[in-house]
């Protein structure tokens, strides 16, 4: 089993959607959560950062993390085409950047 | 030059060449990294290092070889590469307890 599942996509949604992006994970070690966008032919960029569970907000962002049911969402409100990337979550059991365990990314196409 | 760089973007290699590629960082990190990420699977931590001492290597094999001759240049050394080792290689820094930057990446292809 994978440390980080998510799933792969991919996924295609008109403009102005609301984006749901989940991962789940099976080490209950992991307190750090962070979702990275990476768009085509770049290399990922942090884009949510949380700590334990609970919710964080960032513009059109939410990034969500239950540790009862070990699951981790990003929710993108009025969703733009400039949004279209791959989307990677990754966790951690420390702040350690070497420790980030990351899942395999979904591709999301957003349509205008 | 800001953040991360990687140079070659595009790599194309036979198995018995031998190349680098080279990264370097502008953001004054003490943590160097590389990555292996191939399609649909997920990003791959292969060596990392922290004031130009390397502290983890995951198991990689030999024919990859790490270079850090200061915080701000990493190299990666490759020779009698397989088809297999072809994916995107990517460079990032840190702060050792801090968020990860990364380079655009060298798209490296095994013949």
């Known amino acids: 089993q994978k440390e980080v599942e998510q799933d792969p996509g991919p996924l295609s949604v008109p403009e102005g959607a609301i984006v749901s992006l989940n991962c789940t994970y099976s080490?209950?070690?992991?307190?750090?959560f962070m979702w990275y966008r990476q768009y085509s032919r770049k290399g990922p960029e942090l884009l949510m950062y949380?700590?334990?569970?609970g919710n964080k907000e960032d513009g059109r962002f939410t990034a969500q993390v239950d540790k009862s049911s070990k699951y981790i969402s990003l929710f993108i409100r009025d969703s733009q085409p400039s949004d279209s990337a791959t989307y990677l979550c990754?966790?951690?059991?420390?702040?350690?950047?070497?420790?980030?365990?990351f899942g395999s990314g979904t591709q999301l196409t957003v349509l205008p | 030059e800001t953040g991360v760089t990687q140079t070659p973007r595009h790599l194309v290699m036979g198995m018995t060449n031998k190349k680098s590629l080279k990264c370097e960082q502008h953001?004054?990190?003490?943590?160097m990294y590389w990555y292996k990420q191939s399609a649909k699977k997920p990003l791959e931590l292969m060596f990392v290092?922290?004031?130009?001492?390397?502290?983890e290597n995951n198991s990689v094999p030999s024919r990859f070889s790490p270079e850090c001759p200061n915080s701000s240049h990493l190299f990666l050394h490759l020779h009698t590469l397989q088809p297999e080792d072809s994916a995107l290689y990517l460079c990032?820094?840190?702060?050792?307890?801090?968020?990860?930057?990364f380079g655009e990446g060298s798209r490296l292809t095994v013949l």
């Open positions: 990754a966790s951690s059991p420390g702040g350690s950047a070497r420790q980030l365990t």
């Open positions: 080490n209950s070690a992991f307190q750090y």
């Open positions: 949380t700590y334990s569970s």
């Open positions: 953001l004054g990190h003490n943590a």
């Open positions: 290092y922290n004031f130009k001492e390397q502290t």
């Open positions: 990032a820094s840190s702060q050792y307890t801090g968020e990860l930057f």
